[in-house]
C-alpha cells in the first residue's frame, strides 16, 4: 500500500494548530483577563523564527502581536502553569503513556550572563562541561522505547546560596513557601504530580546524578515504581549470594567496573539498541544481581547491575534497577535505553522551539517560558503521530518546517502563501520527503 502526506493534510495543519489550543485556551484566563491569544502568539513565534528567540523578534513573524503584549504574558501575567501541565500530561499520557513508557529525569544547564536571573549561580553546567554562571532546571520527560517523546513538567533549581538571600528572592519574584531542595527531591515531587495525574508509565530513568543517590532510589522502590538508574562505575557493590555480618565481613564490595572485570566472555550478550547516524547501536551487554554497599555490608534487597558496552562509543555504561528478578536482559536493556529519547527531546525544545532562547529574569517568567515550550513540544509530537499514520519517517523538524510554511505568518497574504511556499528550498525538500512513495512492511 502506497503512503503519503497528502496535500490535504498539509492544507489542514493550520486547523489542527487551531484545534490544539483550543483545548488549552481556557487555561489561560485570569480574574481580568483571556491571554489565550498571546499563548498562541508566543508559541507561534517560537516555531517561525530560526534565528534567536526573544520578544523582539515575534512581531516580526507573527501578525497582530507586539512586544509589550508578549512580555506581559510571560513576566507578568497571572495565569497559573499547573493546569496547564496537568492538561498537559493528560494529553502526552494518552499519547504515548503505557507499561512500556518511561519517565525521564534530566537536568538542562542554561548559561547566563549576570547575577539578576533567578537561580542563576556559578554551578555545575552540563550545557558547557564546567563550572559556570548558569540556571539549572530538572525536567521530566515521557518516552517510549521507539523514540517517541516530550517534557511533561519542569523544575527550576535553587542554590542553597539564593534561597538564603532575602533581597535576591524578593527581586526575582520567588514565592516565600519555595524552600531548599535538591535536584532529586525536585525529582520525586515530579514523579509524584505524575503519578497524581495519571500519568502512565513503566518506570522511571535518570542519570547518576539521581542514581547515586540512596534516597531517591530507596523511595521510588518504596511506592514500588521501577526505576533504572546510570551509577558511576565507581560505586561499590555486593554480587548476590555475599554473607556479611555486622561483627566480621567475609568479602569486601567492589566497584562496579572490576566487577566486570570477572564476567566471562560467554555472560556477555550482543544487541543492537537503534539505529544511528553511524549506523546501528551495538552494544555488548550482561548483568548481575547485587546488593548495594550500606556502611561496608550488603543491603537487604537484591538489585540489578546492568552493564552495558556501547561499541560505536567505545563507552561502557552502569545501571542499577530494582526490576524483579524475572526480568529478561533484553527488557533490561530496553529500559536502560529510553533516556536517550530525552536528551534529543531537549535537543528538539532548543533547536525547534527556542527552548533555550529567553529573556526573562523572574521566577514567574521562567516557569511561564517552559510550559509554552513544553506546550509546544506536544503539539509537535501530535501532529508527527497524527501524520506518521501514512509518513512513518517524519520527525519533530519536518512537522515544524511544515507548520513554519503553512501556518499564518506576518505581511504574508493566505493567497500569496502557495507560492511563498513553493520558493522555500526547504519546504521542496520536504515535499520530496513526504511524498515519497512507501511500502508498508
Known amino acids: 500500500m502506497e503512503t503519503f502526506v497528502s496535500e490535504i493534510d498539509l492544507n489542514q495543519s493550520p486547523g489542527r494548530v487551531e484545534a490544539f489550543f483550543e483545548r488549552f485556551s481556557e487555561l489561560f484566563k485570569t480574574e481580568t483577563r483571556d491571554v489565550g491569544d498571546r499563548a498562541m502568539d508566543y508559541i507561534l513565534g517560537g516555531l517561525h523564527l530560526d534565528k534567536k528567540f526573544v520578544l523582539t523578534n515575534i512581531p516580526k513573524v507573527v501578525p497582530d502581536t507586539d512586544n509589550q503584549r508578549l512580555h506581559h504574558f510571560v513576566s507578568e501575567s497571572p495565569w497559573k502553569k499547573e493546569p496547564v501541565i496537568e492538561r498537559l500530561q493528560e494529553d502526552a499520557s494518552g499519547l504515548i503513556g503505557g507499561e512500556d513508557s518511561a519517565l525521564v529525569v534530566d537536568g538542562v544547564s542554561f548559561p547566563k550572563q549576570g547575577e539578576k536571573s533567578v537561580g542563576v549561580a556559578r554551578q555545575w553546567c552540563g550545557n558547557l562541561g564546567k563550572v559556570e554562571n548558569c540556571q539549572v532546571g530538572v525536567f521530566l520527560g515521557l518516552a517510549t522505547p521507539d523514540g517517541e517523546r516530550t517534557l511533561i513538567d519542569e523544575r527550576l533549581f535553587l542554590p542553597e546560596d539564593w534561597i538564603e538571600d532575602e533581597e535576591c528572592r524578593k527581586e526575582a519574584g520567588v514565592p516565600e513557601n519555595v524552600k531548599f531542595k535538591t535536584k532529586p527531591e525536585l525529582a520525586l515531587e515530579m514523579i509524584d504530580e505524575a503519578e497524581k495525574n495519571d500519568v502512565e508509565f513503566g518506570w522511571v530513568n535518570a542519570d547518576s546524578l539521581y542514581g547515586r543517590s540512596s534516597s531517591f532510589r530507596e523511595k521510588l522502590n518504596k511506592k514500588d ?78 538489585e540489578w547491575l546492568l552493564i552495558r558496552r556501547d561499541k560505536n562509543k567505545n563507552e561502557t555504561k552502569y545501571f542499577l534497577s530494582n526490576a524483579p528478578p524475572e526480568t529478561t536482559l533484553d527488557k533490561l536493556v530496553e529500559m536502560s535505553s529510553t533516556r536517550y529519547w530525552i536528551e534529543r527531546a531537549i535537543e528538539d525544545g532548543k533547536s525547534e522551539i527556542g527552548m533555550d532562547d529567553y ?83
Open 225 to 302: 515504581i521501577i526505576y533504572m538508574v546510570d551509577i558511576p562505575k565507581d560505586t561499590k557493590l555486593f554480587l548476590a549470594g555475599t554473607k556479611a555480618l555486622q561483627s566480621e565481613i567475609e568479602e569486601n564490595p567492589k566497584r562496579a567496573d572490576k566487577l566486570e572485570e570477572t564476567i566471562d566472555s560467554n555472560q556477555k550478550k550482543e544487541l543492537e539498541l537503534r539505529e544511528t547516524e553511524r549506523g546501528k547501536l551495538e552494544s555488548e551487554v550482561t548483568a548481575l544481581r547485587v546488593h548495594t554497599n550500606k556502611n561496608d555490608h550488603p543491603s537487604d534487597r537484591e
Open 359 to 441: 529573556q526573562v529574569r523572574k521566577w514567574i517568567g521562567w516557569h511561564h517560558h517552559m510550559t509554552m515550550t513544553m506546550l509546544a513540544m506536544l503539539l509537535l509530537l501530535e501532529m508527527k503521530i497524527d501524520l506518521g499514520d501514512n509518513c512513518p519517517d517524519l520527525t519533530i523538524q519536518d512537522v515544524r518546517d511544515i507548520l513554519q510554511q503553512t501556518l499564518p505568518r506576518r505581511n504574508v497574504t493566505k493567497r500569496r502563501l502557495p507560492k511563498t511556499v513553493r520558493r522555500k528550498n526547504k519546504t521542496e525538500k520536504i515535499h520530496q520527503k513526504i511524498t515519497t512513495q512507501k511500502k508498508r512492511k
